[in-house]
């Protein structure tokens, strides 16, 4: 699920650039929400979360593992979801409509229509020149 660190030196460097990267953005966002004027709260929060992942990233960045492990998890199971959205949403408003209207029209891309009185559906393909550019270039 997670990507193999072999050295602590590489999780220590990970669980940095986490509090580092997630930290900054959180205060950033904090930053919006005063230059908007807005959400007084949310920005005490958010600057309390981002200075704490930003101080501990920078100074002891092993106290963060338990942050960065439920946050990859979070991330994990929303990618899976979204993943399962877009696909459902591009297969039902792009492909179905796609399919539908082919049949309607008679089309049939992949020659599966069976066809009474024909001997064979194998399909002559001239031979091939070179094997070697064949292989380079293969379709």
């Known amino acids: 699920m997670f990507p193999n660190r072999d050295t602590p030196e590489q999780k220590?460097?990970?669980?940095?650039?986490?509090?580092?990267?997630?930290?900054?953005i959180l205060a950033l966002i904090g930053l919006l929400f005063l230059w908007r004027g807005r959400h007084e709260i949310a920005r005490i929060v958010l600057w309390s979360i981002g200075g704490f992942l930003i101080v501990f990233?920078?100074?002891?960045?092993?106290?963060?593992?338990?942050?960065?492990?439920?946050?990859?998890?979070?991330?994990?199971?929303?990618?899976?979801?979204?993943?399962?959205?877009?696909l459902s949403i591009i297969f039902f408003v792009f492909f179905t409509p796609m399919a539908l209207i082919q049949r309607v029209f008679g089309r049939d891309a992949l020659h599966r229509r069976m066809e009474k009185g024909t001997n064979s559906y194998w399909i002559k393909r001239s031979p091939i020149a070179s094997i070697k550019e064949h292989c380079e270039r293969q379709f």
């Open 12 to 24: 220590r460097k990970e669980l940095r650039k986490f509090g580092l990267l997630v930290g900054g």
């Open 57 to 86: 990233g920078a100074i002891a960045p092993i106290v963060l593992k338990p942050i960065y492990v439920a946050w990859m998890k979070f991330a994990f199971v929303l990618g899976w979801v979204n993943s399962r959205i877009l």
